[in-house]
């Protein structure tokens, strides 16, 4: 008997869920819309709490979600909005520590359980770290159970004084029909962005300070003497755009700013190198989506990074341009290692938790944390 039979079979009505989650990253975005998607079509009802732009970017609607616009801020007004949202919720989750702190504050002097996923560690320094280390001290102290999505998270959940800390199972969504899109394919997209003679490197994140595009634009000063000249291609929108943009100019640089996309499918599946030149999220989306799709991945050795892709990558030390450049031009050289790459990542990914492996696992979770305690 599946979760959700198992909880209506108790006399109970359909399982009642509040997702909420603060707009961060896009691993914890696609994870939610993909947990949705797969709740609603088990018979759970669905309320993903988040700003308007992640519901337009995400459309946790279209997978027969409700969504309700609830800002990224901890203020009264939202924590209020959120705390009437929750009120005929039989289970509350959250994703992300921010998300945690405001569903914590919401569910303030109810007995609503409360499930809370950590999708990456926030780094900090100074004042602020002391912040974040009392933030999750109340989040995990509060949470009826914590998913981490490494060990690593998970022993700091613990360490933090988590009652219940568990390795969670999370996947990100592929494409049903492949990375290549048959009306696109790859020499299509390659011709559209200039590249059908040359090399062409792709990274996909937001244009935001501390993921790695001053290193990435260093780099590619290196890769210009190479022939033929490689294009990196950079697809996200964020506040560092002009200064990139007037840096790539002023240094005639080759590299073009795409800004958001939703064919980043597409763009992996015509590429030669897929960059990962920082990130701290636990299990990168862009980082999945090249193994997935058979794309060389070349990245820092940061966050989750190591343990997702063990040795199906090139990993370089953290903001070390030299290293990372130095990959790139062996890997563009070398047909066979790029081979042998796309050969390991296809088996590491096949290690990786499905979606359905993902539903099963909260649903599981849900049915403990909401069945009817016997009598005693």
């Known amino acids: 008997m599946s979760p959700v039979s198992s909880h209506v079979s108790h006399g109970q009505s359909t399982l009642r869920t509040v997702q909420v989650l603060g707009g961060g990253s896009a691993g914890s975005s696609a994870h939610v819309r993909s947990l949705a998607a797969g709740l609603v079509a088990r018979g759970v009802r669905v309320t993903v709490c988040a700003p308007a732009e992640a519901d337009r970017a995400y459309s946790f609607t279209g997978v027969g979600a409700q969504h309700v616009h609830v800002p990224r801020s901890s203020d009264p007004v939202s924590v209020a909005a959120l705390r009437t949202v929750c009120a005929n919720a039989d289970l509350v989750h959250a994703h992300g520590l921010h998300a ?3 569903a914590v504050l919401a569910l303030s002097g109810r007995s609503t359980p409360l499930v809370v996923t950590w999708h990456n560690h926030a780094h900090a320094e100074g004042a602020r770290a002391h912040l974040l280390r009392l933030l999750e001290r109340r989040v995990v102290k509060a949470a009826t159970v914590v998913l981490g999505t490494t060990s690593e998270l998970v022993d700091r959940a613990r360490g ?4 219940d800390a568990r390795l969670a199972a999370v996947a990100v969504p592929r494409p049903a029909a492949g990375y290549e899109h048959p009306d696109r394919p790859r020499s299509k997209v390659r011709a559209e962005l200039g590249a059908t003679d040359r090399p062409l490197l792709i990274t996909v994140a937001s244009l935001d300070p501390g993921r790695g595009h001053e290193l990435l634009l260093d780099a590619a000063r290196a890769w210009r003497l190479l022939e033929p000249v490689p294009l990196l ?3 996200g929108e964020g506040p560092l755009r002009t200064e990139l943009q007037r ?13 958001r996309r939703d064919d980043v499918g597409e763009l992996l599946a015509a590429a030669d190198l897929a960059l990962l030149p920082r990130s701290w999220e636990a299990r990168s989306v862009l980082a999945q989506e090249a193994l997935h799709a058979r794309v060389p991945l070349v990245a820092a050795r940061t966050g989750g990074i190591p343990e997702l892709v063990g040795d199906a990558a090139e990993l370089v030390p953290d903001q070390d341009v030299e ?4 990959a790139v031009i062996r890997l563009l050289g070398d047909p066979e290692r790029r081979e042998a790459l796309r050969d390991s990542g296809t088996r590491q990914a096949a290690t990786w938790p499905t979606e359905d492996d993902t539903v099963a696992q909260v649903l599981s979770v849900y049915d403990e944390l909401t069945r009817p305690r016997p009598l005693t």
Not at 247 to 259: A, H, K, N, Q, T
Not at 323 to 326: C, Q
Request: glycine share 12%; charged share 30%.
């Open 323 to 326: 290293a990372f450049t130095g």
């Open 233 to 235: 291609v950079v697809a």
């Open 100 to 102: 945690s702190f405001r």
């Open 247 to 259: 840096r790539i100019e002023d240094e005639e640089l080759p590299v073009r700013l795409l800004g």
């Open 160 to 163: 933090s004084g988590a009652r």
